[in-house]
Structures are given as C-alpha cells and as structure tokens.
C-alpha cells in the first residue's frame, strides 16, 4: 500500500498561537525561497520553514497563490481564524460600500440585546453607539474623554455574552483605569462580573482579566493561552498606546493576540495623534490584514480628513457638545509675589540686583530648565535639595526678618524661614472656605515635592495624597470619597489624569501650576466634569497665577491649545486629532510656539 504524498507546503501556529509557522517539503527550495520573500518579516528558521508575525501573515495572504502545488496542509484551528479574518473583513467593506445599509440593531432594540443581568442607565448618543458596535462584527469607539466609553464596552460584552458568542472579556488599559474597569464591572450588572487585574498568570473563574500594556509581551503565551481557552472578546482601552502598531512593542503584542479574539473593540478618543499612519495601525488590530489596507485605500492621496468620513461607518464617536455637560470656566487666580521671592524669581530670568550678583553663577545654573521656572512661580525653596528628593518644604511660623547682609542665593536656602509660598496661601485659602461649605476640593500641582508640602501644610483637612509613589492609592481616593472629614486630595496630572471619576463628591478643582500640556489639562478636568454630573451642578476651576512670571506664558499658550483643541473634540469625525497623553516630547509639554513664548518671557526680563 502507497503511503499518502507529503504535503508540499505545511501551515500551522506556532506553540504562542502569535505566529504562522510555514513548512515546505524537501526538494521545494527555490519555490519556498520565492514565498518567503514575500514576508519580508518573517524570521527564518531553515531554508525549508519560517516564522511569520501573525497580522503579517494575515496581511499578507495573497502571497500564498505563488505557491505552484495545491496539495497545502494547514492546521485546522490556523485554517478558522483565516477563514474568519476573510469574512470579517469581508463584513467591513460591505459597510464602506454601503454607508447608509440599516443596521442589524438600532437604538431602540439596545436594552433589549444586553439580557436580563444588565441594569446600568445607557444615555440616547451611548445607545446609538452600541446599536452601531452590535452591528459591526467588530469595531472602534472614538468618542471623547468622559463619554463612558468603559460602560459602552461592557455593553458590547454583554450583548455578546448574551448570544453565546464570547463567554470572557480580556482589557488592555493603562493602570489608571482599573478603577473604571473594576468599579463599572460591578456597577452595571445585577451579579457583579469576576473582574481581576492580572497577576502572575490569569486567574480561574474570572469574567473580565484586566492587564496594563507594560505587561503584554511578557505575557504574551499566558494571555494567547486564556483567550483560547473559551470563545473571548479583547477590548483595548486608550488604544492609541499602541498606534506604532507591529513596529512597537505594545502594537506587536496587541496584533498577536487580536486574532484570537472572537470579537475586538477599541477605545480611544485620540485614534490618529501623528497622522493616518496611526488610525491605520489601529484598524489593522480590529481586521487583521486587512485594516492597513482599508485606511490606505481611504486616504489614496488625500488627508485625515477625507480618510475619516471615508471610514465613518466603522467606528462610533460622541463629541463633546453631545455629552451636554453644565458649562464651566477656568478662571485664573492672580497673587502677588513677596519681595524676596520676585527678587529671587528675576535672578533665574536673568535680572540681577545688586544683592544677586554674588551669587549669579548658581542662578544662572538653577534657571536654565523650564521646569523649574514653573517651581520658582511657586516656590523657589522648591528648586534646593532637601534632606530627600521629595522632602516637604518647612515653613516657619511666624517668618523670620529677612537679613539685609546675605546674599540672595544664601536667602534663597533658608527662603521658607522669611517668606510663605503666596500659591499655597492662596490654595489653603480656597481649601478652608469650601470645608466650611462642605466641598471637597481637588489640588493639583505639577510636582511631587509641592505636594508632600501641601500635605503638611493643609493637615487640618485630613488630605488624601495619590502621586506616582503612593503605595495604597485605591485607600486614598477611598477616604475622599467616602470620609466626610478628608476635605482635600492632593495630586498630579501625570498620576491621576485619567481613568478615575471624582464628580460625584468633589466639584472644585485648584490649579497651583501648570504646564504647556493642554491634553493632560483636559483629562484632569474630566475627573470632575464628566458624564453622570447632575444637572445644575456648580464646577468651580481656579489656576493660581502669579503676574511676571512663566505663569502668564503658560495661561496664554494653554487658552490657544485648548480653543483649538476644543474645535477638534466637538468635530463627529477624526480630523486632527492631538494626543492627550503622549504631546510633544520637549519638557513639560513644549512645542516650539511655547519655546519661543517662553525665550521671550526670559528676554523681557534681562537688563541690557
């Protein structure tokens, strides 16, 4: 009896289930030469197989018809995934050919979709956009910052839980929105959902597995592993942190594992920072091979702009003037520096006196970084080292006479001795009348240092303190919340930006400095300004200011950055849209306007 031919070419996953491994047989050298060279990326095992990326590989499936011989073995599960990337895809162009098809669910049959488990309230623009999710096989959610993009999600989930579609949902998010992930996992169903973060590995039992992107390649084999395990939806959360798609580390993980889900949702109000190039990294997670080419084809020669109406019917967007939000203004707070501290201010500019002199050399060395311009408007103790980096500036109470014999710099040392930081006098100020009133109050300044000062210094308000460095900031947020003698949190944008809902018990927030990053302005304003508010509720904004100082560059570059910013996150399609995370990389959020607003500030104060 003839044994069965070998097969020519062999197709199969690889142990991750990331990758497609091609196996050619003996005797097949110069054909199989001719199909890999058509991945370029592929890593080459022999002269016989190779290892193909995945979403390369799905990409690149047309280069399999250069292969002379029909008899192809491939894997079976290999086989479904392919056969179900080509009928999504499929899908996908259906909707681009015909935009204005009736969906498969609208609006009003939402509810009806979630089952009986579901009891969360869903706004009119949250129904339209899970009516328009449901009716795509898979799809993108780019509405702005704080229009529940996390409650729609689970919405999505549930539908397709529902159905017998997906049984678990995995979330890729950055650790600032566990919180939202956690809380709303509960807070939408009658029997809260298993939601975990993970740790080492997946856990048992668990509905929803949250992990951070910093943790996906080296978890790469355990999470393929968990989403083959039942039939999952992967969802990726602020998705644009992985806009470089395959070239990045987080795009390449995200691309292996998409695949695997039976269903794929992304959410990001921000999907294309840099350009096209991004919304098509993104739409290449949500179609595997094939999204590239549909952002390609939709741009063909054009902008953004024409790429986004284009592709209008495969993502969902909710504006800013849709979340119908009560209005609000920052208003700007301006107090006047103590003598010592302007005469230390100008020495960092470059505006001697007599005094300063003395010591010009250490002035000029502390005042070349922007950064510590911002400290020197607050305090300029800030800008010496204490016992450790973030130790809490010690004011004297009641202040010493300032000696006229010192030296400015030798002043400068002790400065906390002889003079009170006017920002944090003013904060303190506001702190203690809205206690009286029984508000909380939200601090926010860009440093660390300031902030275990304020500590000290707001102590008769019990303040709950979250930075980059606080070990137990779930018990933090916790205590403001919920216990009615914390009157004060005190926090960074950088740390507390995004991903936490402070809006129902807190809805006065104090700037005592800010930087050029209108983005990261924008998301800590949505901590107490966001969906949910209740009607005629009153959100007070205070930026402390100090006039003659990088204050005023910085109040004037923000209002430019923000109006216009506020032109794009009221625009329905995806035009220009900045990143509000990740902005220029220049200090503290600088683009080459702020440089030349900032070296004329600098150059005002120089005496000629």
Request: glycine share 6%.
């Amino acid at each position: 009896m003839t044994a069965p031919a070998e097969p020519s070419l062999r197709i199969a996953s690889d142990v991750t289930r990331t990758r497609a491994v091609l196996r050619a047989a003996q005797g097949r050298e110069g054909d199989f030469a001719k199909l890999a060279a058509r991945f370029p990326a592929a890593g080459q095992r022999s002269l016989l197989s190779v290892e193909v990326d995945l979403d390369d590989f799905l990409t690149g499936l047309e280069a399999l018809t250069v292969w002379p011989s029909p008899d192809v073995e491939w894997e079976e599960e290999l086989a479904a995934l392919v056969g179900s990337v080509l009928d999504d895809a499929e899908r996908a162009e259906q909707w681009l050919e015909h935009p204005d098809a009736v969906p498969a669910v609208t609006p009003d049959t939402v509810l009806d979709q979630l089952g009986p488990e579901w009891s969360a309230d869903l706004t009119d623009f949250q129904r339209r956009d899970i009516a328009r999710l449901l009716s795509l096989q898979h799809g993108a959610n780019f509405s702005v910052p704080g229009a529940g993009k996390t409650r729609v999600g689970l919405a999505v989930f549930a539908a397709m839980r529902e159905r017998g579609d997906v049984g678990r949902l995995l979330v890729v998010s950055p650790k600032s929105a566990y919180e939202s992930w956690t809380f709303e996992s509960a807070a939408c169903f009658k029997e809260p959902l298993a939601a975990r973060v993970m740790e080492r590995m997946p856990g048992p039992g668990t509905d929803v597995l949250i992990v951070n992107y910093e943790r996906l390649d080296r978890s790469l084999a355990a999470l393929a592993t968990w989403l083959r395990g039942a039939p999952s939806m992967i969802i990726l959360d602020e998705a644009h942190r992985m806009k470089l798609g395959a070239r990045g580390i987080y795009g390449s993980a995200c691309m292996a594992l998409g695949p695997l889900a039976r269903r794929r949702l992304i959410l990001t109000g921000t999907p294309a920072p840099n350009g096209a190039r991004d919304l098509e990294n993104l739409l290449s997670f949500v179609w595997p091979g094939h999204g590239r080419r549909v952002v390609t084809n939709a741009v063909s020669g054009g902008d953004l702009a024409h790429a986004s109406t284009v592709l209008r019917p495969l993502f969902t967007r909710t504006t800013k003037n849709e979340l119908g939000l009560p209005p609000f203004e920052t208003r700007i707070r301006y107090v006047a520096l103590p003598p010592l501290h302007r005469e230390v201010y100008d020495a960092l500019v470059g505006r001697y006196t007599a005094r300063a002199e003395a010591g010009r050399e250490d002035f000029d060395a502390l005042g070349k970084a922007m950064l510590r311009l911002l400290m020197a408007a607050t305090s300029p103790a800030l800008l010496m080292e204490g016992e450790s980096r973030y130790a809490p500036l010690d004011y004297r109470v009641p202040p010493l006479e300032v000696p006229q014999t010192d030296s400015l710099y030798s002043l400068l040392k002790q400065l906390p001795d002889y003079e009170f930081s006017p920002k944090y006098k003013e904060a303190l100020s506001i702190v203690a009348e809205n206690a009286a009133l029984g508000r909380k109050t939200l601090v926010w300044t860009t440093f660390v240092r300031s902030i275990t000062t304020m500590e000290r210094l707001f102590s008769a308000y019990q303040p709950a303190v979250v930075h980059g460095g606080t070990p137990d900031r779930e018990e933090q947020l916790k205590r403001f919340r919920e216990d009615p003698d914390c009157h004060v949190l005190l926090s960074n944008p950088a740390t507390l930006g995004e991903g936490i809902s402070l809006h129902h018990v807190c809805h006065d927030a104090v700037y005592v400095d800010r930087d050029f990053m209108a983005g990261r302005f924008l998301q800590s304003l949505d901590r107490i300004h966001r969906l949910g508010l209740a009607p005629g509720t009153e959100t007070r904004v205070t930026a402390l200011a100090v006039e003659g100082t990088i204050d005023e560059v910085v109040a004037l570059r923000l209002k430019e950055k923000l109006e216009f910013m506020g032109r794009i996150l009221d625009d329905p399609s995806v035009q220009q849209l900045a990143d509000l995370q990740e902005e220029p990389s220049l200090a503290a959020g600088m683009d080459m306007a702020d440089v030349r607003a900032l070296l004329r500030h600098i150059d005002s104060h120089v005496v000629r």
